[in-house]
């Protein structure tokens, strides 16, 4: 008889019995142990042991067995710790043990073990989930969730992933300083340590490798410089730094956000000096300031290896006067009004040098958004006040996506923008990363015939690198900078439905970086290890068709206002349906600068949704089976004609939007499909079909025509299943 007050659990098999004290029962019958029973055995159950001889102290004990039975884990203690051993269910074989706190003892825990037995995940009351291994009871990861919905997860060599691009204000590095216990960003470390897919590659569902960080961790961290802006002004500002030990790197400045000084250190500095004060001159950088209100003046040092950053210093510069209104008295409204313009570049690659990298709808992509974005900004701006550069491979002679079109736009903009103006940048087509784990992210522009970058002279022919756009959008004065990419990693299209745009760690690591050096919001296609797709169920990128929506739901906001940061969260949320949709799987991130507040970049009213273009999806049918109702064969070949006329159907024709998608498969989620039977009487043929979505049953079809004339019966069936 199992006495009362234990845990209890069966194997899935039913063989196995298990059962654990808990701490009151332990306390009173001085029995501490944990049995595990073969009932099919009939033997006595079996003490559970440890190498050190330790008594389970859990006040709440837990026992699980792993989804096939083979592994059994159950509380332990000793040496002053409490832990969950780990055991093999048949012989017994001591594995290893998971360490927890003495404290945490007293909180009931959550165990599941993994499908494939290999991990166990561990839930303590408000703590952190801990992942751990079924080999020895090594600790994996740790999953944190903040009340907000920020995450973040974390292993014990110091690798991280986390909601917003990295940056969760709830969680944060804490370094011993000879100036005291300093907390630094998360994402301070991200050029070490930030691994997007984490939790995925330690559960063994990505491909990609963990990152390596063992050279990090030998070396250790050489502490930032501190940083103190002694005073400050329009002109200029002095700025001290003293040596903490890890030298005085790059020290860079920035004006409301943006980067307007790269490094402020004078040419030929020592890095390894004890202090440098720093006079900055200011005089150039007079454009980016906003007139007639407070602008933030900042200054980030970086240590001599550039692998930390200090927090950021920080004063406030009064802007210059605003100009004035001549045509308006002083002192009257309107005086010193100044009206914000939108400027836009929207790039669209699709057909490339050769077929070996086309897409079918980047260039389109580009299109639509250019002329739902001139919608909703001549509505918010003005038409005078928005400017839209849109350069596509559906283009030819200048407005065709080369890398000199599209640096030179943004050069254009630079020169012109001023920084209450707003900046939107839209990339759709094929990107690669070059450079490994912690290589660079680049563009491919309309001169790429391949995705090969090995050779530098075809890097700076062919592609633009993350680099270059952070240079291209810091040049840009604008305090309001907005960039999102629907590109890829991958080859061509490789499948008639779905082209794929893969984002690898290391380009959202590159994006990252762009975000925190020009304050701008960034919104990729996907997230690290994910696919884009371009889907001919939507005639283009999920992306894309997702933000068209976005801009026709404007109108239920406030004021009509299409709101970056809401117009992204509505992308974010309909992406992943939409890929579901078409069999995929594909989740945008978005990723925003620091502190920084959302703002309008455009107002779409009830009257100019109809303008916005937005392609209604079209149903995907798959490939369709008729047999003769008499042999149960197909003897007229209507299967095969019915299939190239719903191929036909398929294909836009002068200018004829296609009513559907045909789909050469047999299964395909939320997809139709015709079966049917016929019969025949001398050249007269009966035919009796389902129209089906799964096993659902949507609509009859029913037609009839000559044996002779086998085509006409099939668009006859095709025609009559469309109009359904």
Same mark, same amino acid.
């Given at each position: 008889?199992?006495?009362?007050?234990?845990?209890?659990?069966?194997?899935?098999?039913?063989?196995?019995?298990?059962?654990?004290?808990?701490?009151?029962?332990?306390?009173?019958?001085?029995?501490? %142990?944990?049995?595990?029973?073969? @009932?099919?055995?009939?033997?006595?159950?079996?003490?559970?042991?440890?190498?050190?001889?330790?008594?389970?102290?859990?006040?709440?004990?837990?026992?699980?067995?792993?989804?096939?039975?083979?592994?059994?884990?159950?509380?332990?203690? $000793?040496?002053?710790?409490?832990?969950?051993?780990?055991?093999?269910?048949?012989?017994?074989?001591?594995?290893?043990?998971?360490?927890?706190?003495?404290?945490?003892?007293?909180?009931?825990?959550?165990?599941?073990?993994?499908?494939?037995?290999?991990?166990?995940?561990?839930?303590?009351?408000?703590?952190?989930?801990?992942?751990?291994?079924?080999?020895?009871?090594?600790?994996?990861?740790?999953?944190?969730?903040?009340?907000?919905?920020?995450?973040?997860?974390?292993?014990?060599? #110091?690798?991280?992933?986390?909601?917003?691009?990295?940056?969760?204000?709830?969680? +944060?590095?804490?370094?011993?300083?000879?100036?005291?216990?300093?907390?630094?960003?998360?994402?301070?470390?991200?050029?070490?340590?930030?691994?997007?897919?984490?939790?995925?590659?330690?559960?063994?569902?990505?491909?990609?490798?963990?990152?390596?960080?063992?050279?990090?961790?030998?070396?250790?961290? =050489?502490?930032?410089?501190?940083?103190?802006?002694?005073?400050?002004? %329009?002109?200029?500002?002095?700025?001290?730094?003293?040596?903490?030990?890890?030298?005085?790197?790059?020290?860079?400045?920035?004006?409301?956000?943006?980067?307007?000084?790269?490094?402020?250190?004078?040419?030929?500095?020592?890095?390894?000096?004890?202090?440098?004060?720093?006079?900055?001159?200011?005089?150039?950088?007079?454009?980016?300031? @906003?007139?007639?209100?407070?602008?933030?003046?900042?200054?980030?040092?970086?240590?001599?290896?550039?692998?930390?950053?200090?927090?950021?210093?920080?004063?406030?510069?009064?802007?210059?006067?605003?100009?004035?209104?001549?045509?308006?008295?002083? $002192?009257?409204?309107?005086?010193?009004?100044?009206?914000?313009?939108?400027?836009?570049?929207?790039?669209?690659?699709?057909?490339?040098?050769?077929?070996?990298?086309?897409?079918?709808? +980047?260039?389109?992509?580009?299109?639509?958004? +250019?002329?739902?974005?001139?919608?909703?900004?001549?509505?918010?701006?003005?038409?005078?006040? /928005?400017?839209?550069? @849109? *350069?596509?491979?559906?283009?030819?002679? !200048?407005?065709?996506?080369?890398? +000199?079109?599209?640096?030179?736009?943004?050069?254009?903009?630079?020169?012109?923008?001023?920084?209450?103006?707003?900046?939107?940048?839209?990339?759709?087509?094929?990107?690669?990363?070059?450079?490994?784990?912690?290589?660079?992210?680049?563009?491919?522009?309309?001169?790429?015939?391949? $995705?090969? @970058?090995?050779?530098?002279?075809?890097?700076?022919?062919?592609?633009?690198?993350?680099?270059?756009?952070?240079?291209?959008?810091?040049?840009?004065?604008?305090?309001?900078?907005?960039?999102?990419?629907?590109?890829?990693?991958? $080859?061509?299209?490789?499948?008639?439905?779905?082209?794929?745009?893969?984002?690898?760690?290391?380009?959202?690591? =590159?994006?990252?970086? *762009?975000?925190?050096?020009?304050?701008?919001?960034? *919104?990729?296609?996907?997230?690290?290890?994910?696919?884009?797709?371009?889907?001919?169920?939507?005639?283009?990128?999920?992306? /894309?068709?997702?933000?068209?929506?976005?801009?026709?739901?404007?109108?239920?906001?406030?004021?009509?206002?299409?709101?970056?940061?809401?117009?992204?969260?509505?992308?974010?949320?309909?992406?992943?349906?939409?890929?579901?949709?078409?069999?995929?799987?594909?989740?945008?991130?978005?990723?925003?600068?620091?502190?920084?507040?959302?703002?309008?970049?455009?107002?779409?009213?009830?009257?100019?949704?109809?303008?916005i273009p937005l392609e209604d999806p079209r149903p995907l049918v798959l490939r369709a089976s008729f047999q003769d109702e008499a042999t149960f #064969?197909?003897? *007229?070949?209507?299967?095969?004609?019915?299939?190239?006329?719903?191929?036909?159907?398929?294909?836009?024709?002068?200018?004829?939007?296609?009513?559907?998608?045909?789909?050469?498969?047999?299964?395909?989620?939320?997809?139709?499909?015709?079966?049917?039977?016929?019969?025949?009487? #001398?050249?007269?043929? !009966?035919?009796?079909?389902?129209?089906?979505?799964?096993?659902?049953?949507?609509?009859?079809?029913?037609? =009839?025509?000559?044996?002779?004339?086998?085509?006409?019966?099939?668009?006859?069936?095709?025609?009559?299943?469309?109009?359904?």
């Amino acid at each position: 008889i199992v006495p009362g007050d234990q845990a209890l659990r069966l194997s899935s098999d039913g063989r196995f019995l298990a059962y654990a004290a808990t701490a009151s029962y332990a306390v009173h019958h001085d029995d501490y %142990r944990t049995y595990l029973w073969d @009932l099919a055995s009939g033997d006595v159950p079996r003490v559970l042991t440890t190498p050190t001889g330790g008594r389970g102290v859990w006040h709440e004990a837990v026992t699980e067995f792993s989804h096939n039975g083979d592994l059994f884990v159950a509380p332990t203690g $000793g040496d002053g710790v409490a832990g969950l051993g780990i055991w093999e269910t048949a012989t017994g074989r001591w594995r290893g043990r998971a360490l927890f706190d003495f404290n945490e003892v007293f909180t009931f825990p959550s165990l599941s073990f993994t499908p494939d037995g290999g991990r166990f995940l561990v839930a303590l009351g408000d703590g952190p989930a801990r992942l751990f291994s079924t080999e020895d009871g090594a600790l994996l990861a740790e999953i944190h969730q903040f009340p907000n919905g920020e995450w973040a997860i974390v292993d014990p060599e #110091g690798r991280y992933d986390a909601s917003n691009g990295g940056d969760v204000d709830g969680l +944060a590095w804490v370094l011993d300083t000879p100036d005291g216990m300093e907390p630094v960003r998360l994402a301070q470390l991200k050029a070490r340590y930030y691994d997007p897919g984490l939790l995925a590659k330690h559960l063994g569902l990505s491909d990609e490798p963990l990152r390596d960080v063992a050279a990090f961790r030998e070396r250790g961290l =050489s502490l930032y410089p501190a940083v103190e802006i002694a005073e400050a002004g %329009r002109a200029g500002a002095t700025v001290r730094l003293r040596n903490r030990g890890g030298g005085i790197g790059r020290v860079q400045v920035l004006l409301n956000g943006a980067e307007v000084v790269a490094d402020a250190r004078p040419e030929g500095f020592d890095p390894g000096s004890d202090s440098l004060t720093v006079v900055l001159d200011l005089v150039p950088s007079a454009r980016y300031f @906003l007139p007639d209100t407070t602008n933030a003046l900042e200054v980030v040092a970086e240590n001599a290896e550039g692998s930390l950053r200090s927090r950021r210093a920080r004063t406030e510069v009064m802007g210059p006067p605003r100009a004035r209104n001549p045509d308006v008295a002083v $002192g009257a409204e309107g005086e010193d009004d100044y009206a914000p313009h939108l400027w836009a570049v929207v790039v669209g690659t699709g057909d490339y040098s050769g077929a070996a990298l086309d897409l079918r709808f +980047a260039g389109k992509d580009a299109t639509d958004v +250019a002329t739902g974005l001139r919608v909703a900004a001549e509505r918010l701006f003005g038409q005078e006040r /928005t400017h839209i550069a @849109l *350069l596509t491979t559906d283009a030819a002679g !200048e407005r065709r996506p080369t890398r +000199a079109a599209v640096l030179a736009s943004l050069d254009s903009v630079a020169a012109l923008a001023d920084p209450r103006d707003v900046l939107l940048v839209y990339l759709a087509g094929h990107g690669v990363i070059h450079g490994g784990q912690e290589g660079d992210f680049y563009y491919l522009t309309a001169e790429a015939a391949s $995705g090969d @970058l090995s050779d530098a002279a075809v890097r700076e022919a062919v592609a633009i690198s993350s680099s270059e756009l952070e240079d291209r959008l810091a040049a840009v004065p604008t305090v309001r900078r907005v960039l999102i990419l629907d590109t890829c990693a991958s $080859g061509r299209v490789v499948e008639q439905l779905s082209a794929p745009r893969d984002v690898p760690g290391a380009q959202v690591r =590159s994006l990252d970086r *762009l975000k925190d050096n020009t304050g701008t919001f960034v *919104l990729a296609g996907s997230a690290a290890d994910a696919v884009s797709y371009e889907a001919s169920h939507f005639g283009q990128g999920l992306l /894309t068709w997702s933000l068209l929506e976005g801009m026709r739901l404007a109108t239920e906001a406030d004021d009509n206002a299409l709101d970056v940061l809401a117009w992204f969260d509505h992308a974010e949320r309909r992406v992943p349906e939409l890929a579901r949709s078409v069999g995929g799987v594909q989740k945008p991130q978005l990723v925003m600068p620091q502190g920084s507040g959302s703002y309008p970049v455009g107002r779409v009213r009830p009257e100019d949704q109809a303008r916005i273009p937005l392609e209604d999806p079209r149903p995907l049918v798959l490939r369709a089976s008729f047999q003769d109702e008499a042999t149960f #064969g197909d003897p *007229l070949g209507l299967t095969r004609a019915v299939n190239e006329a719903l191929r036909e159907a398929s294909v836009a024709s002068r200018g004829r939007r296609p009513r559907l998608v045909y789909v050469d498969a047999e299964g395909y989620p939320e997809a139709y499909r015709l079966a049917g039977r016929y019969t025949r009487q #001398g050249d007269r043929v !009966e035919v009796e079909a389902r129209l089906l979505r799964g096993d659902a049953v949507e609509a009859e079809v029913v037609a =009839s025509g000559a044996a002779s004339d086998v085509v006409a019966l099939a668009a006859d069936v095709v025609a009559r299943a469309s109009a359904v």
